[in-house]
């Protein structure tokens, strides 16, 4: 749902569409806390869950604060708007990809010990 709303970002036509995709992206935090949760469980010891936990629910609030910097960053240099968004989507797999071969190697390495 983040790579849709990026994607819908960049190419919005005009600042309604843009804010609808601001909404998107806080509606695909919603859409993440039951898989980051069970990840958390899985992968960090009990005792700092709660704070792991806390980093991943303010994750979308600081990316969404830092991409819009970024954007008027890459604007102010003479390039359009539309580059960070579409840039922020092509990475944003990334964000889904990674925690799954981290999470996938320890479940390995988990099984090797055990």
Known sequence: MAVADLAFRAAAPGPAVFSLGIALASASEGFAWTPFNSMTEQAVPEQYQKRVLSVVS???????????????????AGLSWRTAWWAFAALAPIALILPA???????SLSMEAG
């Open 101 to 107: 071969l981290l999470l996938s190697k320890q479940d």
């Open 58 to 76: 303010t994750g979308t609030t600081f990316g969404i604060i830092l991409a819009g910097l970024l954007a008027m960053a890459i604007a102010s």
